[in-house]
């Protein structure tokens, strides 16, 4: 198999994933897409980790080392960012505290 070749088999991968990954969360119902963001940051955790896998890979070849930087950062700014979204969706579903005077 040629380098042409297998660039295309993973665009190809990629656009099914793209395509796939939408037709699922479009169809996720209200109550599960806080489970479901949980499991994303999880998935970002991975993310992460295999940057640094690639980071700690790379020797000298540039094009790795930044990809693994990117990977990393992303996955990151994804994760954290996951679960800020996931605490704020939490605090809806909490019962307020009736105020102090009584009202």
């Known amino acids: 198999m040629?380098?042409?070749?297998?660039?295309?088999y993973a665009i190809y991968i990629f656009?099914?994933?793209?395509?796939?990954?939408?037709?699922?969360?479009?169809?996720?119902p209200?109550?599960?897409?806080?489970?479901?963001?949980?499991?994303?940051n999880a998935i970002h955790g991975i993310v992460?980790?295999?940057?640094?896998?690639?980071?700690a890979e790379s020797g000298n070849n540039a094009l790795l080392t930044w990809l693994g930087f990117a990977a990393?950062?992303?996955?990151a700014m994804n994760l954290?960012?996951?679960?800020?979204v996931t605490d704020r969706m939490l605090e809806m579903f909490k019962t307020k505290k009736p105020a102090a005077g009584g009202k």
């Open 15 to 28: 656009m099914l994933a793209v395509f796939v990954g939408f037709e699922v969360i479009s169809k996720v």
């Open 48 to 55: 992460m980790l295999g940057g640094m896998l690639v980071l």
């Open 80 to 84: 954290f960012g996951g679960f800020v």
């Open 72 to 75: 990393v950062v992303l996955g």
């Open 30 to 40: 209200v109550q599960l897409h806080t489970p479901l963001m949980s499991g994303t």
């Open 2 to 8: 040629t380098e042409a070749t297998v660039i295309l």
